[in-house]
Each structure stands twice: as structure tokens, then as C-alpha cells.
């Protein structure tokens, strides 16, 4: 994990952030067991980013818009003016990006 520079925020903001990595990293084990997983945690441009990688076999990333786990961290994450981002396509690993603002 890497987390540089990054302070203490509101209890909602951590808790949504906390819990949309807590997820990812849920879906790197139950999709992907043998991949590598990084977490990252940067402030930037008044915002609070977050990003779970892996190098797992990757999977559509249109399909998993609708599944639950992005939904429940959409859900999280726009309740307090967050946003939310999958990248993957298969055999090249995924990446959950997300931002919350902090100003």
C-alpha cells in the first residue's frame, strides 16, 4: 500500500474510501487468487484518489457496471460527491480508480 502525503479526513469520507478498496480487493480474491494487488491513496487537486490494481486475467469492464460491487461503490462514493472507474479488458489485470472531493 501507498499512501504518501495523505492525512485524516471526515469519518464519511474515510469510511466510503475504506470500504470501495475493501471491495475491490474482495473481487481481486474471489476473481483473481493468484494475482498481485497494489492500493493507493494520493491527495490531488482537492481530492482524495484512490486506486486497487492487479495483474489478474482482467475481465469486460462494460459488464461489471452492472454488476453489485460497482454499483454499492458507485452508490458509496456519489453520496458524498465521489466518483468511481473500472479499467480492464481481459488477460491485462483490472484497476478500481476513485476520488472524493476534501475541500
Known amino acids: 500500500m501507498t499512501a504518501n502525503g495523505v ?17 475491490a480487493l474482495q473481487n481481486v480474491g474471489k476473481h483473481a487468487p493468484e494475482a498481485t494487488a497494489e492500493v493507493r491513496l494520493w491527495e490531488e487537486s482537492g481530492g482524495l484518489l484512490f ?38 479488458q481481459p488477460g491485462h489485470g483490472a484497476t478500481v480508480t476513485g476520488s472524493v472531493p476534501v475541500d
Open 51 to 88: 486506486s486497487v490494481s492487479d495483474n489478474g486475467p482482467g475481465f469486460d469492464a462494460a459488464r461489471a457496471h452492472a454488476g453489485h460491487g460497482f454499483m454499492n461503490m458507485s452508490d458509496r462514493l456519489g453520496a458524498i460527491g465521489g466518483t468511481v472507474r473500472w479499467q480492464s
Open 7 to 23: 492525512g485524516r479526513y471526515s469519518q464519511d469520507i474515510e469510511t466510503a474510501v475504506y470500504f470501495c478498496c475493501l471491495e
